[in-house]
């Protein structure tokens, strides 16, 4: 298995509270993917990295921020968590992106619950 | 959204039967793939196809591709009940990977 962790695994929080998730990797690989997952929406990408402090929106990045200040971290923050933001959360890495034709490893999943 | 969608949404069959799941996508492409999902676990890869491919093996595995029609289909041969998972395919483009909604498989012993 791919050398990715995410932590915690699973967080209760209440609405209006800061969360940080995290995602550290061993491999080295240069990109870094943060993706939520819900019924019917199958994964829908959040915040990317392609390399130290290089970040990027994804498809549904309001309400979310990311840093990445070394290569193995990758740190997801909601501001101000609302109940929408209820969701299992999703670190994937990948060597060369898209376009390299390289594959993406993911965690395990975060399953964050706003309450 | 770029995302892709796979047909069907939901499968159910008879262990050793075929399972066919359709993909398919809205833009240009530089690879396809497919990934399995477990309950409560992440995706795992399966197969890549690149653009330039039309169709691919790996074991029970049976990847096709076509660019003209914006679409992609896995085939699993000889299922068995460990197959039962979710599939996803996924194209990639630029730096990102663009997921589809999935295919729920389930094979009944």
């Known amino acids: 298995d791919a050398g990715i962790t995410q932590s915690p695994r699973h967080k209760v929080t209440e609405t209006g509270t800061p969360v940080t998730l995290r995602c550290h990797q061993t491999?080295?690989?240069?990109?870094m993917y943060w993706y939520r997952q819900d019924p019917g929406h199958g994964l829908r990408l959040i915040h990317y990295s392609y390399g130290v402090k290089d970040t990027d929106k994804g498809e549904v990045s309001d309400g979310y921020s990311v840093s990445r200040s070394k290569t193995e971290d990758f740190l997801l923050t909601l501001e101000s968590a609302t109940s929408s933001q209820t969701s299992v959360y999703f670190c994937a890495i990948s060597e060369g992106g898209g376009r390299m034709n390289t594959e993406a490893f993911f965690g395990q999943g975060t399953r964050l619950t706003v309450v | 959204s770029q995302q892709g969608e796979e047909d069907p949404q939901a499968l159910s069959i008879q262990e050793g039967e075929n399972a066919t799941m359709n993909c398919s996508y809205k833009t240009s492409i530089n690879n396809l793939q497919w990934y399995r999902q477990n309950s409560g676990r992440g995706l795992v890869h399966l197969i890549l196809?690149?653009?330039?491919?039309r169709e691919k093996h790996s074991g029970r595995l049976r990847v096709t591709l076509d660019t003209s029609k914006k679409s992609s289909s896995l085939l699993i041969t000889a299922s068995r009940a460990a197959d039962t998972a979710s599939y996803f395919c996924?194209?990639?483009?630029?730096?990102?990977?663009?997921f589809g909604t999935g295919t729920s498989l389930t094979v009944i012993p």
């Open positions: 996924a194209t990639g483009l630029g730096n990102q990977f663009y």
């Open positions: 196809i690149r653009s330039n491919e």
């Open positions: 491999e080295n690989h240069r990109y």
